[in-house]
């Protein structure tokens, strides 16, 4: 049953991915990433992680996503324009990269006999690691095994407000 | 329990619930034309039945009928998805309220819920971020400016007091100590003096639920943070495209949130399905679920008051008092809730 699930929401999770790529207005790509984030979220749960997973729904679909189809809307940002060839350099690098990323993919699925490695199948193969998703666990994480640089983050990321706020109002 | 009867016992849950929303929604409709009329001196809907009590299935009927019209420039797939994101996600957010406590029927012990999962605020919050979609992309997609202007502002004012809404429950959360809306409930149960319920809005969580209620009141965009639909400047904002069932499915959409708002402070302040119960057992069975669709109706009824006295906020007003306001209200909260938990 998690195995059906994980490669249910997998496909789509990828699928969306693909069509986010693909797509050529801008607000359906945003469209697409939130069903990227959302099936993200299931794996998680899949996992047994139902606090992650909330989360990811409320901070990443949920606000980040909303800011972004927000300038879209703002900006009413129309059909992006293809170049018929498209880039040389992106030709270049891009072909020999994806290569080397099938190369690798392929050398893990081989080297570690199949997908059994891999953590598929929920809950019963964290066995030790028991309720590692749940609120006290993450809490326990961020608020005392990683306590400054949890810290450190939120200094930084008060660092990129301000920084945004002074870019903002530089043409007075 | 095996697994047929418990998708059975779902079924016939989720069957009830939608009915018992949609009717209380219709219902809703009524209560508030008449309520706001009466406030302001009318009589209200009174040619549908005695009362006007027939008038919901006439403006059911109406919606049903009315020709279905898509402006010929907007985004048609957007369009569609638009209502249907809206109306999903304010019904399945009934799903994780508890209405009850676990109660045993023809033998099968079963919570009075849909969903008994142990993150059901949270859950709830997720579809509520998620329902914004469903104002932004119908004004986006519309193609019109005034249904633009009223989701720019709508989403933006749902974007910003969604964070003091979620900050302004953590104070519960640090005094339940769980994410489960029924773990939540059963921490209020007991009474100070023999007579006065711990009910969170009296263990000193009032500043909090002030706090919820207006953030809440803006989360579903009504009277007096109405902006996004404010007829005397956007015609009717986000949904002034729409018309027949699509236009419906915002209505209903927008009540079935009220509800929400109103379970949810039952929920998390009032002490939910908890009150006096006596008598015999099938007193005791359903006196639970009287005291909550009572206190639930209590703020359906708060909504129309309100909606029939207050005047509307200005948009820098309603910006300027959710950023500078409520939300240093609802961290202060926070500090004071958890250093008076730690000390205790």
């Known amino acids: 049953m998690h195995l059906v699930l994980f490669i249910i929401f997998g496909a789509v999770c990828i699928g969306a991915a693909i069509n986010l790529l693909v797509q050529k207005h801008p607000i359906n790509s945003a469209l697409s990433l939130i069903v990227v984030m959302g099936s993200l979220a299931l794996l998680y749960l899949l996992l047994g992680a139902e606090f992650v997973a909330a989360i990811q729904v409320i901070v990443y679909a949920g606000a980040v996503m909303v800011l972004f189809v927000f300038v879209i809307m703002l900006l009413n940002a129309g059909e992006e324009e293809r170049t018929p060839h498209g880039s040389r350099v992106a030709i270049m690098l891009g072909v020999p990269g994806l290569i080397v990323g099938l190369g690798i993919g392929v050398w893990v699925v081989t080297h570690y006999a199949g997908l059994d490695r891999i953590a598929i199948g929920g809950p019963e193969i964290l066995n030790g690691t028991e309720g590692f998703g749940n609120p006290r666990s993450v809490a326990q994480l961020l608020f005392r095994d990683y306590l400054l640089p949890f810290e450190v983050t939120s200094v930084l990321i008060l660092i990129a407000i301000m920084g945004a706020v002074v870019l903002a109002r530089r043409e007075e | ?344």
């Not at chain 2, 989720?14 to 009466?38: C, M, N, P």
């Not at chain 2, 499915?249 to 708002?261: D, G, I, K, L, P």
């Open chain 2, 1 to 344: 329990m095996t697994i047929g009867t418990y998708i059975l016992i779902s079924v016939i849950k989720i069957v009830i619930a939608l009915f018992v929303l949609l009717t209380g929604v219709a219902y809703t409709t009524l209560a508030e034309r008449k309520i706001v009329a009466h406030i302001q001196n009318r009589w209200g809907p009174s040619r549908v039945g005695p009362f006007g009590i027939w008038q919901p299935l006439a403006d059911g009927l109406k919606f049903i009928f009315k020709e279905d019209i898509t402006p010929p420039f907007a985004y048609k797939p957007l369009y569609l998805l638009a209502p249907i994101l809206s109306l999903t996600m304010a019904l399945t957010a009934i799903a994780v309220i508890p209405i009850g406590p676990w109660i045993t029927v023809g033998g099968v012990y079963t919570p009075l819920q849909i969903a008994d999962v142990n993150i059901g605020l949270l859950i709830i919050l997720g579809l509520t971020s998620i329902g914004v979609y469903g104002v932004a992309l119908a004004g986006w997609s519309s193609n019109s400016k005034y249904s633009m202007l009223g989701s720019l502002r709508a989403t933006a004012q749902m974007v910003s007091y969604e964070i003091a809404l979620g900050l302004s429950l953590v104070g519960v959360l640090i005094y339940a100590g769980s994410f489960s809306l029924r773990d939540i409930v059963n921490a209020q149960s007991g009474t100070f003096l023999g007579f006065i319920p711990k009910w969170n809005i009296f263990t000193g969580q009032f500043v909090a639920f002030f706090i919820y209620i207006m953030a809440a009141y803006a989360e579903t965009n009504r009277i007096p943070f109405d902006l996004a639909e404010a007829e005397t400047e956007l015609v009717a904002g986000y949904h002034t495209e729409y018309s027949s069932m699509k236009f419906a499915m915002f209505f209903m959409a927008e009540y079935a949130n009220m509800f929400t708002v109103a379970c949810l402070a039952t929920v998390l302040f009032f002490g939910g399905w908890l009150g006096p119960v006596f008598g015999p057992a099938i007193l005791l069975a359903l006196l639970p679920i009287f005291w909550f669709v009572l206190k639930v109706l209590a703020f359906i009824f708060i909504y129309i008051w309100v909606r029939g006295t207050l005047p509307r906020f200005r948009y820098d007003q309603l910006m300027a008092f959710g950023w500078k306001f409520l939300l240093p209200l609802a961290i202060a909260n926070i500090l004071v809730t958890a250093l008076v938990v730690a000390l205790k």
